[in-house]
């Protein structure tokens, strides 16, 4: 398992075939790295399809309002809404879209971003200053590599559940 320096702002997002291990960046992205536990405590990520995975650029997820797979999972809407929290202001920063780091999906108003997110799966430098930088994978980036491509994939992978370290015994 990967070296947790801080239990308390990592998550443990469980896939296919199996752990991804974050570290969230609360020193850069405060609201953000909040949210992503707020809605991970309360069950919201459970799920939830990856609705938009390209190649060579990034996976997205988190649309807890049409994004489960469970509840009332509806492939035409998944990537049209977020969760009944108020939407985030823009936390931009100079940390690059590096491989592996987490950015907050939103629309064209920066203070759009509220559950979604996405893992970059190459250095997109393109996006610099336009997303929120709120995390980075340290463990597991194989099992982000393997999410089943498209937009939307025909059949989507899934967050099967997204956990703080804290609360895992």
Excluded: W
């Amino acid at each position: 398992m990967a070296d947790i320096k801080d239990p308390e702002n990592t998550i443990l997002m469980e896939l296919k075939d199996g752990t991804v291990v974050i570290e969230l960046l609360p020193d850069v992205a405060p609201g953000h790295s909040e949210r992503m536990k707020e809605l991970a405590r309360s069950g919201q990520y459970d799920n939830v399809c990856f609705h938009r995975v390209i190649d060579g650029f990034m996976a997205q997820t988190g649309d807890v309002a049409n994004g489960n797979m469970e509840n009332g999972f509806n492939l035409s809407r998944a990537g049209t809404g977020g969760s009944d929290l108020p939407n985030l202001k823009a936390e931009f920063s100079s940390l690059p879209h590096d491989r592996g780091t987490l950015g907050a999906a939103r629309s064209q108003m920066p203070d759009s971003a509220n559950s979604q997110f996405f893992i970059n799966f190459n250095d997109n430098h393109f996006l610099n200053g336009q997303y929120t930088v709120y995390g980075r994978v340290i463990e597991g980036m194989e099992h982000v590599d393997a999410i089943v491509r498209g937009e939307p994939p025909a059949s989507p992978d899934r967050m099967i559940s997204v956990k703080v370290a804290a609360d895992v015994a």
